[in-house]
């Protein structure tokens, strides 16, 4: 096929040999979309699409969306679509344990590199069991965009014991504002009222992240 990679360059190769957490990111959606289009092969492609879209924004594209990139039509964007509610669906029904708060970073994964803050809230069980995880603003952090409620009306509903919160920092700087301070603060008096208690505040970056509780300010 004359717009396929070469054999030594294929990520389908790479995994073979030296297993799949070694493959680059361009190389995973290399594999998931199998083909290129002419003048560019699925790798040049790959590449090009999460220049555009870093992978955190690209996973949450309306299929509408991924339909519209060239060299997708409707098969490719199904695939992708398919393949990344196949993930959630196994993130919703495997109950992961957590030992400790930091234990939720591998799945913030997808907000990580985001260009805007996403703040998350993990609801833990008495045995400290994910219960859910979800989405409660998108946008700089401050007391009208996270309300108390929002935060703890998931909490209530599946009687979480406790809860953790995670927001990004496009930055690149994982040190805490002065709104962040501020926040985490309202939602601990919330939480006391509810009685749920708070396991920690993390701040990420694309590289790096930062543990409220272990700077005392939980």
Do not use: C, W
Not at 156 to 164: F, G, K, L, T
Not at 178 to 198: C, P, Q, S, V
Request: charged content about 30%; glycine content about 6%; cysteine-free.
């Amino acid at each position: 096929m004359p717009f396929d990679i070469e054999k030594v360059d294929l990520p389908r190769e790479k995994l073979s040999k030296t297993g799949v957490s070694s493959l680059k990111d361009e190389e995973l959606l290399a594999i998931i979309l199998g083909t290129g289009y002419k003048g560019k092969n699925v790798l040049q492609l790959s590449k090009e699409i999460l220049k555009n879209y870093p992978t955190g924004d690209f996973i949450q594209l309306p299929i509408s969306k991924l339909k519209a990139i060239k060299g997708f039509g409707s098969a490719k964007a199904s695939v992708i679509a398919a393949a990344v509610e196949l993930v959630k669906r196994g993130l919703d029904k495997n109950v992961v344990a957590i030992k400790k708060p930091t234990d939720v970073l591998p799945y913030t994964l997808d907000i990580r590199d985001r260009k805007r803050e996403h703040f998350v809230v993990f609801y833990l069980n008495a045995r400290n069991e994910i219960l859910k995880r979800d989405f409660v603003s998108i946008g700089t952090l401050n007391a009208s965009l996270v309300h108390p409620r929002e935060v703890f009306k998931p909490a209530i509903e599946h009687s979480a014991a406790s809860v953790i919160f995670v927001h990004n920092h496009p930055s690149g700087d994982t040190t805490p504002s002065e709104d962040d301070i501020k926040l985490t603060k309202r939602l601990i008096a919330a939480a006391d009222i509810l009685g749920i208690e708070i396991l920690d505040h993390i701040i990420i970056s694309k590289t790096d992240y930062l543990s409220m509780k272990s700077k005392n300010l939980i």
